[in-house]
Every structure is written in C-alpha cells, then in structure tokens.
C-alpha cells in the first residue's frame, strides 16, 4: 500500500508501484487534481501541515501547493 494523506480539498498519495512521483485527488469529485514528478529514484516520504504538503526525496525538500 502506498502512502496517502488529506490535505485542504485533495488527497495526496504516492503509489507504490509509481513511486517517482506524487498525485492528488480531489476529496469531492474523485478526479486527479495534480501530479508531481520526483526527481529522485529514493523512496519518498509524505508529510502535511498549515497549508503545504511536504515530500522528501533522497536528500531533497519539496512544498507543494494545496488546492
């Protein structure tokens, strides 16, 4: 299972079978909202807070917008 968390209007999860990058679904409509390409080959992890969803891949940070 991957990992998946809710953040503002969107669900957002990395599939373990898809692991290099970051998608979120929209908590009403059930439609992909957005999609982030990871850069790193690392396992990523997943982490919300305020208004940003936070990924780490291998040494890198990314905030992301929440919708």
């Given at each position: 299972?991957?990992?998946?968390?809710?953040?503002?209007?969107?669900?957002?999860?990395?599939?373990?079978?898809?692991?290099?990058?970051?998608?979120?679904?929209?908590?009403?409509?059930?439609?992909?909202?957005?999609?982030?390409?990871?850069?790193?080959?690392?396992?990523?992890?997943?982490?919300v807070d305020g208004n940003r969803?936070?990924?780490?891949?291998?040494r890198a940070l990314y905030a992301?917008?929440?919708?």
């Amino acid at each position: 299972m991957g990992r998946v968390l809710a953040q503002g209007n969107g669900v957002w999860m990395i599939d373990d079978y898809y692991v290099g990058e970051v998608n979120t679904v929209n908590v009403e409509t059930g439609r992909q909202i957005w999609s982030f390409a990871l850069p790193s080959t690392e396992r990523p992890t997943l982490a919300v807070d305020g208004n940003r969803t936070f990924v780490r891949g291998g040494r890198a940070l990314y905030a992301l917008p929440v919708f």
